[in-house]
């Protein structure tokens, strides 16, 4: 308490300048996993739409389901355009772009990719939007000269994903 009115006297005699900041703290730990979870839950989700959408009649918990189905594509759509972004605009620098220089054309149809999957209840879109997370994390491994290989994923909704093969331990 008397640091606080310390501090407020203070600003009245001398102004203490105002600053803001994002918490951008370099610590330089980026993964593209999180985007690549955030899209197979996606996909996940679409079909659990369509699962519920292939019922005749739907019950009123069924209708409760959906829409917490739907709440949650577009919270993982969102935190798709996140995790894409943090990596493009904090890690992906000059060095990355020269070897890269397709980054920013990816980036964007990501970004756009994401919003159609947003918008529609497609599974072919959200596998399409997979395809275009899965080039970025190739591309963000091979900056960090780590090799990549695909796999299928070992739950559902069981799609092909970049991983890379880093070395035991």
């Known amino acids: 308490m008397f640091l606080h ?13 105002t600053v803001s900041a994002h918490c951008d703290i370099p610590c330089k730990i980026y993964d593209p996993c999180s985007a690549q979870i955030a899209v197979l ?66 980036v964007h149809s990501i970004m756009l990719q994401t919003s159609k999957a947003k918008q529609h209840v497609d599974r072919a879109v959200t596998v399409k939007l997979l395809e275009l997370v899965n080039e970025f994390a190739e591309i963000f491994w091979s900056t960090k000269g780590v090799p990549t290989f695909k796999a299928v994923c070992p739950y559902p909704p069981a799609e092909t994903v970049v991983y890379p093969k880093l070395d035991p331990v």
């Open 5 to 17: 009115s310390l501090l407020t006297a203070t600003d009245k005699i001398i102004g203490i300048k």
């Open 41 to 106: 839950t996606m996909i996940r989700l679409v079909d659990l739409i369509e699962e519920l959408n292939a019922k005749e009649e739907k019950s009123l918990n069924d209708q409760a389901q959906l829409i917490r189905l739907t709440n949650e594509k577009e919270e993982h759509g969102a935190k798709v355009k996140d995790e894409i972004r943090i990596i493009w605009g904090d890690y992906i620098k000059q060095p990355q772009i020269e070897k890269h220089p397709n980054v920013h054309e990816l």
